[in-house]
């Protein structure tokens, strides 16, 4: 039983947040009359003492005491006697719980936005430097049309811009005070939840006590929007391992970020890259995990919600790391600029540039231009060249009204520079889109 019902090796992690809460409930029963000033007075030196003796990893944790919040009411009785029973007064366990993993969650989420704001300026940092490094933008991993190494990256700066709103909305949906709703139904005692939400930072006091000790909804959306941001590092991470693969050379990475083999000594592992990858799938575990055990619960509180604290403290971590690699990976990473500009001529990345030359030059209607072009393809297939490198004769027999002014858009940088629609790859656009983009993010 002892070993099934303890939470103390996971809620420790919650001391902090159960002494700041404590505190305060005692400063409120105090204010209230409802104990004495002496005892409220005792009872928060005695819990600064403790948080001290915590802090200095003092404390003895023991699974017979089940929680953190046992720990520190045994541990106060020890220090300050009697009136350690006072402080329970007016609360439970219940409520006490639910304030502190949303205060924990609260705090825990300004450090992650920080971090994406980290990954967000890195992001923006190499998108200048790369404003005007052509690549092959890929469709199906197919070269589609060129692009700017710049413009790619900023695509990741947008995803973690919506990352970024979706982990503040789930702090300001969460910042509701749980303390107070005691064990469901609320309390005879003359309490004030209103100072206590507003003491421990809240916007408010849980409007309805039982859903104040059963919700935990703040914690599924808080998994569910790591999960995406998750999801967005991973792909990056992906891209990374792709680009960095020596049969498309595309960038590289320093030591910092990559490590050797056991057995081959020429390899260059991006193990970082991999691991972002790869632990998105544990973190969506959790969420999976967490919303399946709180389907079905009955109101109020069960002890299977319990199980809430370690899915998301595993996952702020998890995601913690993961945008640190990333900011790290690519403030570190160099562009093979060559190598990408040689990969944008491929596959006839053009193809659509010269389409709507056919278009806005000769007036011809887009399907029909689509069908010209296949057979300019075709034709420079046979020829094995490039579409700039066709001979204009030959284009002619396709085509009897190109003229030469169709080489003007047929390279990959001429084919970027005209891409000036908004939200377009022009180089111009992109270093454009990094400033607005630094005031949008406020990087
Ligand atoms: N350790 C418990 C948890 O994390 C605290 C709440 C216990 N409440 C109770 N009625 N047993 O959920």
Known sequence: MQRINASIDV??????????????????????????????????TGLEQIRGEIAAGQMVFDPALEDIHMHVETRLKAIIGEAAGRLHTGRSRNDQVATDFRLFLRESITQLLVQVRDVQRALLDKAEQYAAAIMPGFTHLQI?????????????????????????DCQK?????????????????????????????????????????SARDFAAEFLATASICAT??????????????????????????????????????????????????GMLGA???????????????????????????????????????????????????E????????????????????VQELNMPFRQAHHVTGALVKLAEEKGCTLDALDLTLMQGVEPRLHDGVYAVLSPAQSVQRRTSYGGTAPALVRDAVQTARVRYLC
């Open 11 to 44: 809620d420790k992690a919650l001391y902090q947040q159960d002494i700041n809460a404590s505190i305060v409930h005692a400063q409120m029963l105090a204010r209230q009359g409802i104990i004495s000033a002496t005892d409220a007075k005792a009872i928060t």
């Open 144 to 168: 589609a049309q060129p692009v700017t190494f710049g413009h790619h990256l900023l695509a990741y700066g947008e995803m973690l811009a919506r990352d970024y709103g979706r982990l503040q």
């Open 173 to 213: 949906r969460l910042n509701e005070c749980p303390l107070g709703a005691a064990a469901l139904a609320g309390t005879s005692y003359p309490i004030d939840r209103q100072y206590t939400a507003s003491q421990l930072g809240f916007e408010h006091p849980c409007h309805n006590s039982m859903d104040a000790v």
């Open 232 to 281: 967005h590092l991973s792909r990056l991470a992906e891209e990374i391992c792709f680009w960095l693969s020596p049969t498309v050379g595309f960038i590289s990475l320093s030591d910092a970020y990559t490590t050797g083999s056991s057995i081959m000594p020429q390899k260059r592992n991006p193990d970082a890259a991999e691991l972002v990858r790869g632990k998105v799938g």
């Open 287 to 337: 969420f999976v995990g967490l919303i399946t055990m709180l389907k079905g619960l009955p109101l109020t509180y069960s002890k299977d919600m319990q199980e809430d604290k370690a899915p998301v403290l595993q996952v702020i971590d998890n995601l913690s790391l993961c945008l640190a690699a990333t900011a790290g990976m690519v403030a570190d990473l160099t562009a093979n600029t």
């Open 339 to 358: 190598r990408m500009a040689d990969a944008a001529a491929l596959g006839y990345s053009t193809a659509t540039d010269l389409a709507d030359w056919l």
